[in-house]
């Protein structure tokens, strides 16, 4: 303790000589050794006596003042440092003029200073009456060519705002009083909503239609604020954003309906030559539904764009070829997103048979070429694992895109696509806000769809876990051994569920009866309703159990004293194969049963997973030479 006042002391009395003399230099050392644990125990009085001397010392320095603000930021963090301590600073900050500072050190501090509000209603309603100063964060924040600076100032208007909401339920008024968007007693809201001049700013900043007038940045510039603002509504996620609050403002940046929302979403980005703000504006989309599909699918809906940002998908032929290379990737990610957190609108619209065409046609003209070097679909396999599983299933005379996936030659994007299908909906329910008796049925569905898609792929490729346990064994291409072992390792993890005994009426997408199944698969008995059973039965149990069984393999004679790229790679996949057959082991102990032949193959898997990752190599059994296959 008697060490910290020292050193008060002596910095105190280093930025007196600083202020007296403006061109001695900043002792950077001194400044430093005030760090964050030292501040914790330094006293309230000589705190604030710091900070009067910062205060005093800033607007004075002929120097990089970097030393100086970073020491301002280490002084006010402890959270007792509140904005009414802020305000007497003496002398008194001048916030505009550090919000509007060329100097990106100096931006930060103040926006660490102007943070301390968020403690207290009373202290966000001083910043509310500041004028100026909201006027002067909003620029900031929208303008700023310091990505520091821009992502700190978002922090601090976004905690300000929260702050102001939690205190002021954001609820629409009484009937008959004139409020409109909720914002109440929350000043800072109304501040930002209300006053023409601020609100007026985020389009104009925003807005194209502003490029070239005085004191508006560049167009370039203007794209970067955009992204900035997408950002903001999505954090905030407020129904004030949603709806008009200044219909003059609005209407003159073609705002006929709707508030801040509605321009971002539809009038701000020029997205027929804007490409690249095309696609971030399908990235604000599919952010929009994944925070809230029941507000946002309706609003994108009903504003043409959820249709216009499918096409780009659905129908590319129809698209600008140039433009079409960088928004079908986006488009594909939309309708992932789509299918994850709306699949009860999806399955009675027309959109699942337009991706399952689009699917179709995508698959049957990759060549395995393609496939053998790594020239896959990834944009469409990933919207594949994400439509619902009972859409997967062939009907009638027409397949699946899913047997259009094959394990031969060897594809590790191909394998994971695999993996996620077979391995079922995990224990999470949609997004969409549905009664959890509809939830369960959805992820019911998926289990038991990914069962019968599993099964009827078998009987579509019956050398399917030959070629899987061939790809894991070329410990050389690592990428694609790995990823076949991870499809072990979701098989034996599936959570499958069983289908029902009789069709459904009126539905377009409905799942296989056990019998329909039976009968497709050529199986006179109920087929495995486990993924461990399913691994422990014909081929499967032929090739997968013998391979996780058998030792690891290295490669140190070929890499000098084994501790090359190589080596490093069969270790990885041992580890791998390790970690499957310990699940294997478990999943045998909690479902085969207690008979003796049950017990009989758990000892033995487990003395093997005894022995480890490595166990049980030998010079002959465990060494192969990288080019065995």
Known sequence: MARTTELVAELH?????????????????????????????????????????????????????????????????????????????????????????????????????????????????????????????????????????????HHVLLNLLVSDRLNHDLIPPPVGHVERGGVNEALLWRRILRDKDIYGSMFSICSLTTAGQAGQPSKRHKTV???????????????????????????????????????????????????????????????????????????????????????????????????????????????????????DDLLKSHVPASILHRLTNVLQNVSPGQWSQGQTPKHDLHLLVHLPLVTLLPRGQAGSPLFLIGTKPANADAFGTLATVFQGSPDVVPHEESSAENNIQFMEQDRAAARALYFLYMEENPNFWNQVVSAAEVVALKDVALTAISLMGAVINAQWAPLPTSKPLGSQYYLLTEEELATQCHSRSKLPTSGVHAIMVSNALANVLPYLMKPAQTFSNLVGGGRGDVESAAYRVAVAKHDVLALLHQKLKEEMGNTAEAKEMIATVGRRVAQGPMGGTSEVGGRVGTMER
């Open 13 to 153: 009395a280093h930025l007196q000589e600083v202020l007296d003399d403006p061109s001695r230099p900043l002792n950077e050392k001194l400044l430093k050794s005030i760090d964050r644990q030292v501040t914790e125990h330094i006293e309230e009085s000589h705190r604030d006596a710091l900070l009067n001397k910062l205060s005093e010392l800033l607007p004075t320095l002929r120097q990089d003042p970097t030393p100086a603000t970073s020491l301002t930021i280490t002084l006010i963090l402890p959270e007792r440092f509140n904005f009414t301590r802020v305000l007497s600073i003496t002398p008194p900050v001048d916030f505009v003029a550090g919000l509007t500072s060329p100097l990106s050190c100096i931006n930060l501090a103040t926006l660490c200073l102007l943070e301390t509000a968020k403690y207290r209603t009373s202290d966000i309603g001083i910043v509310a009456g500041e004028v100026e100063v909201v006027g002067s964060l909003i620029k900031l924040w929208l303008c700023t060519h310091d990505t520091t600076v821009a992502r700190k100032a």
């Open 225 to 343: 604020a955009q992204a900035r603002l997408f950002d903001m509504i999505l954090d905030i996620e407020a129904e004030p954003f949603r709806i008009s609050q200044m219909p003059e403002v609005e209407q003159r940046y073609g705002v006929t309906s709707g508030g801040l929302l509605h321009f971002a979403a539809i009038h701000m980005v020029d997205f027929q030559d804007d490409v690249l703000m095309h696609m971030t504006l399908i990235d604000f989309f599919i952010n929009l539904l994944r925070k809230n599909p029941t507000f946002a699918l309706p609003f994108l809906r009903d504003n043409g764009l959820h249709t216009r940002t499918m096409g780009y998908y659905l129908d590319p032929d129809k698209q600008n070829s140039l433009d079409i290379a960088y928004l079908y990737g986006s488009s594909a990610k939309y309708l992932s997103m789509y299918c994850s957190t709306c699949p």
